[in-house]
């Protein structure tokens, strides 16, 4: 299965592209996680931010792999626990079906990114760094993936 995390931002700091990285490489082979960078839109003060979401949206759609499930991260979406993250992925996988994960830019997704989600995934109530969400998201789909392979990596409480 192959897990494509597609977020908008292209310039981020040197920290958050290590800390995917290190997640990306644990994945095991049947399980890879892509990341696909989508350019942020050009703002000025004169912006409009349903201009800014409308053109990351398009750049988002034309990105998502043929035949890939779409789960978009959106602060009003359903939170998941690690073992419904898991019992989710384990599905997918027997499924033999692609994921695209969405995540959106500084103004969020668009609505066509939304209804095109089969499901909408909040990570937190609170509103979180788009860059720092990329580490989250690896982050939590490695200790998924540890949790189906019995890893020591979980540990429940």
């Known amino acids: 299965m192959l897990i494509h995390l597609i977020a908008v931002g292209t310039r981020l700091a040197l920290w958050v592209e290590n800390g995917f990285k290190d997640y990306q490489k644990r994945f095991p082979p049947e399980c890879k996680l892509n990341l696909i960078s989508i350019p942020l839109s050009k703002r000025t003060k004169n912006s409009r931010a349903s201009q800014s979401i409308i053109e990351e ?31 989710s992925l384990q599905q997918w ?3 033999r079906q692609d994921i695209s994960l969405l995540i959106g830019g500084p103004d969020g997704l668009g ?7 089969e499901h ?20 939590q789909l490695y200790r998924a993936v540890s949790l189906l392979q019995d890893h020591p990596y979980h540990r429940e409480q």
């Open 57 to 87: 949206e398009k750049k988002i759609l034309a990105a998502i792999p043929k035949r890939s499930r779409i789960i978009a991260l959106d602060s009003r979406g359903q939170m998941w626990n690690t073992r419904q993250l898991a019992q």
């Open 111 to 117: 609505p066509t990114c939304l209804s095109s989600a």
């Open 120 to 139: 909408i995934w909040s990570l937190s109530a609170l509103t979180l760094p788009h860059a720092l969400v990329r580490i989250l998201v690896a982050e």
């Open 93 to 95: 996988q027997l499924e």
